[in-house]
């Protein structure tokens, strides 16, 4: 071991490895440990500390030390004592090497061992017995880093919500293919910030990219013994920490300046950066999981433990475990990190996986928890874009519609009744209408608005938009679970074939599908989020559940026909009408109900649809016109909006319905029944009859404010 080094009390504060042009502060909490060490490694010997520094200061359960001449790039990591009782909900292993859960960077990846766990693999007594074989040789280490950035000239997009676009996607999946970029760059934060692609994302029309986590993460032992991996990264070990993996610079800070650069790229181009983050449960799982950092650290205060046997985990996640967002020590950990991506990261706003978990206190799902409250009076959160995925797996979970003033979220009513629709189930017209016009019925009286419903048809989970319209049954069997895995959500879709096919009918079906989503999409109120690739036609073979598959069958395909690049350039389209007309992204409902200023459901002979016509079983169809001279809120300005009058057409009947149109004149913009490639670049005169072709969607217009000059 190297020559002893000074050791200065240091502060408690802020937690985690702070560098400064002195030394570097280091500062770990928990509550029920007997004692801590700080391990400093050499880049040459994993196994083997340089140094052991005994924090002997604490303060507040916050164990800490300063040690002068510690420099960015140092690998560090912990051991800390105390008692292994797991039946009282004790798991400290001095044999166990942990990670902070502050680092800004951690080096490397998990070589799986047994030694990795704090119990005794194959023992009678399972997890009872402590294991005392040392872990340091297979764990990544945490890295001190310098957080110095110029972010001279960096502007914060700040697009409005009504004016939001999101496009989801996987920071590697989205480049790894892409011709355009320089190969040591594909798959990498350098990837998603080349010219190349910030060009297309701006072409597109996109405001923001809403990443898949990128939050480091573990790779489960499970799935690399197939040959799979944990490709998706809901299994975070490091809430502060970009992963190491998506660096195409370095791993001992570099990606944390690449992940910057990144950023200032997109936000040069007008885009906003969305990170999915997963503070619902880490990466150790439940009591069989490793001992990788919390649980080694204070296993009692970071998770939930059963009331009944603190032995096991509660779990409303599925992953084994749930942080304890009722100990004010987690809330901090997650407020810190969130404040930490914002001000250091300069991200836009986030997506919370599972948020129902996150406002479970005692197990039961509180709107009015003590993680929103934080959320809510917090300077800087607070004016960020928070998303809610509002489910989790435990009861009362689904909470669609439940969050608090101030967050949007996922709306899986949307993408089911629209789903719904388009399959031609019946009795679906109804709810439609709630669906396209904002989702009052949801958000209105909890005083939210319409933006409070982010709209979408896919999402990572799932199908893609090709393979929704293309398979009757889902095909995960390359993720070697017999098929078992992924949720039956696409049976009986009538596609004619399962997947690609050569039937000219059946394409031709398949491609209007594709439009029939993408333009209800763009022509419903609320907030829209396009799954990346879906523009491009992308198919992951039928599978409906790749989280396990880092290959091309989740790599985009930049080698486009011509049926892509025109699915392309109708995303184009309809994104460019969409954040033109005003009329089409209301930040303000509706007055009342059918028939009042403003809007109107019509029926195909041109008469106003009533609450009965909707809810005649068999009705497949049906009319939206939106007035363009009565849109009841102000501009940026303080003026009178006036936009086009639109009227929108839905048809889910495989036959034609001819529509008696209100009067004009109507110019058709859109059809995805008859109108193709160019033909969408010349306006078209329509008459008071118009025939709406089977399975499509119409949009028309009537011009109500005079053409610019």
Not at 4 to 30: E, K, M, R
Not at 135 to 157: H, M, Y
Not at 618 to 641: C, F, N, Q, W, Y
Request: with cysteine; proline share 6%; aromatic share 10%.
């Amino acid at each position: 071991m190297a020559n002893p080094l000074q050791v200065w009390p240091g502060t408690a504060f802020p937690l985690g490895a702070t560098n400064d042009p002195i030394g570097t502060n280091f500062a770990l909490f928990s509550e029920h440990a007997t004692a801590v060490e700080l391990l400093l490694f050499g880049p040459d010997d994993p196994a083997n500390p340089t140094h052991v520094i005994p924090l002997t200061e604490k303060t507040a359960f916050v164990w800490h030390c300063y040690l002068p001449d510690i420099k960015p790039g140092q690998l560090y990591n912990y051991r800390v004592h105390g008692p292994y009782e797991p039946e009282k909900g004790h798991r400290f292993n001095r044999a166990k090497v942990l990670l902070d859960p502050y680092a800004k960077t951690i080096d490397g990846a998990i070589e799986w061992d047994h030694a990795l766990f704090g119990y005794t693999i194959g023992d009678q007594s399972q997890d009872l017995k402590r294991d005392e074989r040392d872990s340091a040789r297979f764990l990544p280490k945490s890295v001190v880093i310098d957080q110095a950035f110029n972010w001279l000239g960096d502007t914060l997009p700040r697009i409005p919500w009504h004016q939001t676009v999101i496009y989801e996607v996987h920071i590697k999946g989205l480049t790894k293919n892409h011709p355009g970029i320089e190969e040591h760059k594909r798959g990498t934060y350098a990837g998603l910030g080349s010219a190349p692609m910030v060009e297309y994302l701006h072409d597109l029309g996109v405001t923001a990219v809403e990443l898949l986590p990128i939050h480091q993460h573990v790779n489960d032992k499970y799935l690399l013994d197939q040959g799979l991996t944990n490709y998706w990264g809901y299994n975070t070990i490091g809430f502060f920490a970009p992963d190491c993996r998506y660096s195409s610079s370095g791993t001992r800070g570099e990606q944390v300046r690449e992940f910057k650069e990144m950023v200032y790229s997109l936000h040069k181009s007008g885009i906003e950066v969305i990170l999915d983050v997963v503070f619902n449960h880490t990466a150790e799982g439940n009591h069989m999981g490793p001992t990788l950092s919390f649980r080694g650290i204070d296993n009692s205060s970071y998770y939930y433990l059963s009331p009944e046997n603190p032995r096991y985990y509660m779990d409303f996640s599925g992953c084994g475990n749930m942080l304890k967002m009722s100990n004010p020590h987690v809330t901090r950990l997650i407020m810190d990190s969130l404040r930490y991506w914002v001000l250091e990261m300069h991200v836009d706003g986030f997506r919370f996986d599972l948020a129902s978990t996150l406002a479970r206190e005692f197990f039961e799902v509180d709107k009015l928890s003590t993680f929103f409250d934080i959320i809510q009076q917090d300077p800087i959160i607070s004016q960020v874009k928070l998303i809610a995925e509002p489910w989790d797996l435990g009861q009362g979970g689904y909470q669609v519609g439940g969050f608090p003033p101030g967050w949007t979220e996922w709306n899986g009513k949307y993408r089911d009744t629209i789903r719904r629709f388009w399959k031609g189930d019946e009795s679906q017209v109804a709810e439609l209408a709630y669906r396209l016009s904002g989702s009052a019925d949801l958000y209105q009286n909890n005083e939210r608005n319409p933006m409070a419903s982010i709209n979408f048809i896919t999402c990572h989970d799932g199908f893609t938009l090709n393979d929704l319209v293309s398979y009757n049954d889902k095909h995960n069997e390359a993720n070697k679970e017999n098929n078992r895995d992924g949720a039956d959500d696409n049976a009986s879709w009538n596609c004619g074939a399962e997947g690609p096919t050569d039937d000219p009918g059946v394409n031709e079906l398949r491609r209007r599908q594709r439009e029939n989503f993408l333009a209800t999409l763009f022509l419903s109120q609320g907030v829209p989020m396009i799954c990346g690739g879906d523009e491009l036609g992308h198919s992951q073979k039928g599978n409906n559940n790749a989280y396990c598959q880092d290959n091309e069958i989740t790599w985009l395909d930049w080698n486009l026909d011509e049926e892509r690049k025109d699915l392309l350039e109708f995303t184009k389209l309809m994104i460019r009408i969409r954040k033109k007309h005003p009329v089409l992204r209301r930040r303000t409902y509706f007055k009342g109900g059918a028939g009042v200023k403003g809007i109107m459901w019509l029926r195909p002979d041109g008469k106003e649809m009533t609450d009965e016509d909707r809810n005649v079983s068999h009705v497949r169809s049906i009319g939206m016109l939106l007035d363009g001279t009565a849109i009841d809120e102000p501009d940026e300005r303080g003026g009178k909006i006036l936009d086009d009058t639109f009227l929108i057409l839905l048809n889910a009947y495989h036959e034609n319905i001819e529509y008696c149109l209100p009067p004009g004149p109507w110019d058709l913009l859109v059809a995805t029944a008859g109108m193709h490639g160019k033909e969408r670049k010349v306006k078209q005169k329509v008459a008071e009859g118009f025939v709406l072709g089977g399975r499509s969607v119409a949009l028309l217009t009537k011009k109500n404010v005079k053409e610019p000059a």
